[in-house]
């Protein structure tokens, strides 16, 4: 019985490209004898959480990771056909680590890397390598590209350029790969949609790169991966994907576009159909996703709220300086907010230890020192900051971190209604900022 997983895959949250549902592409999975499956959707990983969830449900190993957008020189610089390209590259996390590191260069690409769709680039992915294993993708990835040559543009507006190969480029670049990821992290990834519903244009293109990648793997040590690069559930979806793809560039459908290739192979297919389309190949990059599969375990505390650990002057605070910054502040503001003069002194405090184990013991801390740090950097440049809105004023430890300026205990305002030790829930600090000054304390 032939045994294989889908490590190249994309459910809705790919926008505009795929068209098949995370339960959907889950249960097709399990439908066809999977037992693992990966979901890398395009420069994004909306669907992770939602994924993961449905695959423990449905009793198959999830993988999680991205097709990321990588700018050949630069994210910093706009996107240039020819001088600074944008390629694609599958990334999937092999452990916690990783799976932090995918989501640092996602957000990083949407924060700083952003023409046209969100980049990273080669300096990011050494920055956060760790706990990842990359392949080189479908046609569109850096390697491969360079490998086969490349198209862009359009025939019928008068764009469409040819780009040659680069067999000395290519082989670089991968082992540029091969050194961020490491020899066993980075796979050449092979495509050859065979079928009843095969595009012949398609084949030639990726029969092509199939000779030279394998050419390439052998000198080099490197290891191939096959994949199928789904979109949609069954070869009836395929003329749906295409609708929406063309809606995404403003193309026409038509016999023959350059903006999409017209097959109807981009489904989930069984291990079979998978052994199917490669035959008379080697098989090694068929077995060679059960290794990755193994490599990844990730696993998602979904029962636990996560917060990022403050910054200070010194960086991200340890779990020490965070607790030293609490009890320093909270006290502080104490004695600002109900001083010598105030009149039950000892039921102000009293509220206070009260409400402060309250968070500790839900593990808010984190959340309150991040929040009252930039309401402190807004007020230190002179933004103006609203009084608190909601039930946040009903809690005492929160004025005293300069969170909200009223004092609960004078309006007789209750901190279960902010937050309630019998209902675990995010609490929600509502804070309002000048509308024109608000950017300065988002940057």
Request: hydrophobic share 40%; proline share 4%.
């Amino acid at each position: 019985m032939n045994e294989f997983v889908h490590t190249h895959v994309h459910s809705d949250y790919s926008i505009l490209d795929a068209s098949i549902s995370v339960p959907a592409l889950v249960a097709e999975a399990k439908a066809k004898g999977m037992t693992s499956l990966a979901l890398t959707d395009h420069g994004n990983v909306h669907g992770a959480v939602q994924f993961y969830t449905e695959c423990k449900k449905q009793g198959i190993k999830p993988i999680l990771g991205c097709e990321i957008y990588v700018a050949r020189k630069s994210a910093l610089e706009k996107m240039d056909r020819v001088e600074n390209p944008t390629d694609h590259l599958v990334l999937l996390a092999r452990n916690k680590e990783g799976y932090e590191n995918i989501l640092k260069l996602v957000s990083w690409a949407y924060q700083y890397g952003m023409h046209y769709v969100g980049r990273v680039d080669i300096e990011r992915l050494r920055t956060h390598s760790a706990g990842i294993i990359a392949q080189s993708a479908c046609l569109s990835g850096g390697v491969n590209r360079l490998l086969r040559g490349w198209e862009s543009g359009n025939k019928e507006k008068g764009t469409y350029k040819e780009y040659p190969a680069d067999l000395k480029a290519a082989a670089e670049l991968a082992a540029t790969f091969q050194g961020i990821f490491g020899k066993d992290g980075f796979f050449l990834e092979v495509q050859h949609h065979h079928g009843a519903h095969e595009d012949p244009a398609l084949l030639v293109k990726q029969r092509l790169l199939a000779e030279r990648a394998f050419a390439l793997a052998q000198q080099m040590g490197i290891p191939m991966i096959a994949t199928n690069d789904i979109h949609f559930k069954g070869p009836q979806d395929a003329s749906a994907r295409e609708m929406a793809y063309m809606i995404a560039r403003g193309g026409a459908i038509s016999g023959d576009s350059d903006a999409v290739n017209h097959t109807a192979e981009f489904f989930v297919k069984s291990p079979d159909e998978m052994y199917a389309a490669f035959q008379g190949w080697s098989d090694q990059p068929l077995k060679n996703t059960l290794w990755v599969a193994e490599q990844c375990n990730v696993e998602l505390e979904l029962d636990k709220h996560h917060f990022a650990h403050p910054i200070d002057d010194l960086g991200e605070m340890t779990t020490e300086r965070m607790q030293e910054t609490w009890q320093r502040w909270v006290h502080e503001g104490f004695s600002v907010r109900y001083g010598e003069h105030y009149p039950d002194r000892q039921k102000a405090w009293n509220r206070v230890l009260y409400e402060k184990a309250t968070i500790e013991k839900m593990g808010f801390v984190p959340y309150f020192l991040v929040v009252a740090d930039f309401i402190r950097y807004a007020k230190s440049q002179g933004i103006s900051v609203g009084p608190g809105r909601g039930s946040v004023g009903g809690c005492a430890v929160a004025n005293c971190l300069g969170i909200t300026d009223l004092d609960p205990l004078e309006y007789d305002l209750l901190f279960e209604r902010f937050l309630n030790p019998e209902r675990v829930s995010m609490p929600d600090i509502d804070v309002d900022f000048d509308k024109d000054r608000v950017h300065e304390v988002l940057e």
